[in-house]
Structure formats: structure tokens, C-alpha cells
T-cell receptor
Framework: EAGVTQFPSHSVIEKGQTVTLRCDPI?????LYWYRRVMGKEIKFLLH????????ESGMPNNRFLAERTGGTYSTLKVQPAELEDSGVYFC??????????????????FGEGSRLTVL | EDQVTQSPEALRLQEGESSSLNCSYT??????LFWYRQDPGKGPEFLFT???AGEEKEKERLKATLTKKESFLHITAPKPEDSATYLC???????????FGAGTTVTVRA
């Protein structure tokens, strides 16, 4: 079974440019999360999708960040315009829905390898 | 706001030298505490879920325990392949998001 895949693995852009990160969750996983780790800090929550709906976007830093999840499948995270402080590693994670899979904790997430963003 | 503090930041062990990692947490209503392992250039990999004080979970050379204020990850007779960053995270009872600590980087020398 394929894991969570993220693209690109590394992106280098100039301040003010736009970048779009993509995440393909494990097939059938209703829950999709975005987290990020900026230099020297802990991993921080950005937002949570249940299927195509945004369940919680309380971690999104500002309106330069836009996340979408098309048809409840893959997700994109767009940063426009990018700032220096946006540099870091963006992780996507997925987990099954609870119905029929009660043994799986809602905190048991399957993470991708991350997309490293460098803003110059 | 939920807070998670891990110590030490880094731990260097000789192969076979057992040790413990600490995770102190503050959360208003704990749904669960989670341990993840992260290798360089990879995403976190789930290890354990602990739900209530007194609970213990084991997996190979790793054993996680939980009290009302902290969790410990014990590594018994570690091997070089146990070298990784170990992350602790908490989830509040009304929430789905995880609040992570900064991690403990463990290096095991042969």
C-alpha cells in the first residue's frame, strides 16, 4: 500500500513568489492534515480536512496560505506571496475515518516525508 | 494552550546502554499522548498511544509510560538502528490536532 506522498520534496523560491505544495494521502483516508516545522522549532499544526471540508484551520498563520482538498482526495497548500519566515518543512499526514476503524486512534497519523521550502 | 516539553534535547548512548526520555505536558483534558520516531529526511512515524495515567506500551526495545504530568520513553539495550529523533505529542479531548514537543535526538554508538 502506498504511503502519503508529497511533492515537491524541495522548493527554492524568491520572496514574493508563489509556491504550491501537493499531498496525496493514503487511499481511503478521510482525514488529511498539514503541519510544518520552521527552523529550530517544533512541528506545528496548520489545518485539518475531513474529506473535502476544512474541519479546523486554526493553525494557518495568515491569509497568504490557502489549502484545498479536491474531491476529498489530494490536497494542495499554496503560499502566495511567500515570505522569508515561511521557510521550513511542510508535512502532510492522513488517517482513516473513525467509522468502522475505531481501533485507530485519531492521533495515529501517517506522515509523508515532507516538502522543504526555502524562501530567499 | 497545550504545552509539551521534551528533555534532554540530545542523548548519546553506547550500544546496550539503557536510558529514558522525558516528555512533560500541560493540556486541559488529555485525549491521548503519542510518541513518534523521526529519521533524518523522513516524516514522523507513529510508535505509541497512551490514554490514561498508569498505562504502559511496549514495542521491541521501547517502552512508554504515562503519568498525569509526564511520559517517559525507556530504551532498553539500544542498538545503532534506534538512533532517531523521538517526538512526543498530545491531543486535547475536544480536538484532533496534535501539539508536538521539540523532540529528543538519540544517537546510539556501536
Amino acid at each position: 500500500e502506498a504511503g502519503v506522498t508529497q511533492f515537491p520534496s524541495h522548493s527554492v523560491i524568491e520572496k514574493g513568489q508563489t509556491v504550491t505544495l501537493r499531498c496525496d494521502p493514503i487511499s481511503g483516508h478521510d482525514n488529511l492534515y498539514w503541519y510544518r516545522r520552521v527552523m529550530g522549532k517544533e512541528i506545528k499544526f496548520l489545518l485539518h480536512f475531513v474529506k473535502e471540508s476544512k474541519q479546523d484551520e486554526s493553525g494557518m498563520p495568515n491569509n497568504r496560505f490557502l489549502a484545498e482538498r479536491t474531491g476529498g482526495t489530494y490536497s494542495t497548500l499554496k503560499v502566495q506571496p511567500a515570505e522569508l519566515e515561511d521557510s521550513g518543512v511542510y508535512f502532510c499526514a492522513s488517517s482513516p475515518g473513525l467509522a468502522g476503524v475505531l481501533r485507530v486512534s485519531t492521533g495515529e497519523l501517517f506522515f509523508g516525508e515532507g516538502s522543504r521550502l526555502t524562501v530567499l | 494552550e497545550d504545552q509539551v516539553t521534551q528533555s534532554p534535547e540530545a542523548l548519546r548512548l553506547q550500544e546496550g546502554e539503557s536510558s529514558s526520555l522525558n516528555c512533560s505536558y500541560t493540556v486541559s483534558g488529555l485525549r491521548g499522548l503519542f510518541w513518534y520516531r523521526q529519521d533524518p529526511g523522513k516524516g514522523p512515524e507513529f510508535l505509541f498511544t497512551l490514554y490514561s495515567a498508569g498505562e504502559e506500551k511496549e514495542k521491541e526495545r521501547l517502552k512508554a509510560t504515562l503519568t498525569k504530568k509526564e511520559s517517559f520513553l525507556h530504551i532498553t539495550a539500544p542498538k545503532p538502528e534506534d538512533s532517531a529523533t523521538y517526538l512526543c505529542a498530545v491531543q486535547a479531548v475536544w480536538d484532533y490536532k496534535l501539539s508536538f514537543g521539540a523532540g529528543t535526538t538519540v544517537t546510539v554508538r556501536a
